[in-house]
């Protein structure tokens, strides 16, 4: 991260840290001092107390509760902690976020605030701050989008990724899972799925270099999901993609194959992105046949729209539209259509607490009215 100055953590969250060591002071709306600095290894005791208070021990990803786990992520030269501290006679770690970095992809995630800091102003400074002064780093030069997730239930963190410039581009059920997962054996893999599911709405901040290496040519197939989702997201960003070169044909692809999977076991869920074969997808579908959900996401080109009438076929639902996410051998960056299946079908009871942005409830509508459409 440069050249950083070291920070000194004492017992009890107590800090000798001069204001000088942030790169960001600011005060609350009541008038307390607080400082933003990058994380150290020595903070995730804690950070892991703050996640404790907040989710109890049912948080998504267990290794928050992993003391040496979560102080060997914070020492990742890909991961950027960034820690808001209360500066003065009592001064603590109050917040924490993170930022990993991914090739030309950034992702914000894991942000926490102690209870007692929360509806002063704190949470605004620790997420835009944070991000606008990691961004700025030479190592993120060639990065061009900020991907992040939200909680459905949340609205007061969809604001603040709105706030920060953050578009909702799709809405995906089942993305969370809830569990006690600080005993479950990773080693055996096979996927937790037996926590309490809550759906998401996925976020980009799309960063004005993204648009010189975005491919304009979009093929698309007779559907009206489809085309709804990539509408939504032209319409938000007119001035860039008003030049987009809208294919529609009725040629019925190319039967290319061509993918990358991720499995992550504590969600219970998968990430595929690319192209498939029939034979490919039906073998995935039957391996994954226990998982909680399936999220494939597919190019609109014309190698895609095989893979796209596939994926509809079998019972994949069209959940948004994502701008530049993926690169191709050639360099430009490709949207992707994203599509999910639900192998174990879809509880309805996560959609009882959604609490939207008004932006989002047009996203979210569309997709709950699909999932009903049978």
Same mark, same amino acid.
């Given at each position: ?9 004492? *017992? ?23 400082? $933003?600095?990058? /994380?150290?290894?020595? *903070? ?74 929360? /509806? ?64 479950? *054996? ?87 992105? /690319? ?9 995935? $579908? ?17 190698? /895609? ?70």
């Amino acid at each position: 991260m440069g050249n950083l100055p070291t920070i000194i953590i004492k *017992d009890q969250c107590q800090s000798s840290i001069d204001k000088e060591e942030y790169f960001q002071t600011f005060y609350s709306h009541d008038g307390a001092f607080f400082g $933003l600095r990058f /994380g150290i290894p020595e *903070d995730a005791r804690y950070i892991s107390k703050i996640y404790k208070e907040q989710y109890s021990n049912y948080y998504v990803d267990p290794l928050v509760y992993n003391i040496e786990a979560l102080s060997k992520k914070i020492a990742d030269k890909n991961n950027y902690w960034f820690i808001c501290e209360k500066i003065g006679k009592n001064s603590m770690i109050c917040g924490a976020g993170l930022i990993e970095k991914y090739y030309t992809t950034a992702f914000a995630c894991k942000a926490v605030l102690k209870k007692k800091f929360q /509806g002063r102003g704190i949470s605004t400074k620790l997420g835009s701050g944070g991000i606008i002064y990691v961004l700025r780093l030479p190592e993120f030069k060639d990065v061009v989008r900020l991907d992040s997730d939200v909680r459905a239930v949340n609205i007061k963190s969809q604001k603040l990724i709105e706030k920060s410039g953050g578009i909702g581009y799709a809405f995906i059920p089942s993305y969370n899972n809830f569990a006690n997962k600080k005993k479950f *054996d990773i080693t055996e893999g096979k996927p937790c799925t037996n926590g309490i599911e809550e759906p998401a709405v996925l976020y980009v901040n799309i960063l004005n270099k993204l648009w010189t290496k975005r491919q304009k040519e979009i093929h698309l197939i007779d559907n009206e999901d489809i085309y709804f989702f990539y509408s939504l997201m032209r319409n938000i960003n007119l001035r860039k993609m008003k030049n987009d070169q809208i294919i529609f044909d009725e040629f019925s692809g190319y039967r290319t194959e061509s993918y990358q999977i991720h499995e992550d076991l504590y969600k219970g869920t998968v990430k595929i992105g /690319g192209y498939l074969r029939k034979n490919t997808l039906q073998r995935l $579908l039957h391996k994954y046949s226990s998982w909680r959900l399936l999220e494939w996401r597919i190019p609109p080109t014309q190698l /895609g729209r095989y893979s796209i009438k596939l994926a509809l076929k079998n019972g994949f639902k069209v959940v948004g539209y994502d701008i530049g996410s993926m690169l191709n051998y050639d360099g430009d960056l490709l949207d992707n259509i994203v599509m999910c299946n639900f192998p174990r079908g879809i509880n309805y009871k996560q959609f009882r607490t959604l609490h939207l942005t008004k932006s989002n409830k047009i996203l979210v509508n569309r997709v709950l009215n699909s999932l009903t459409d049978e």
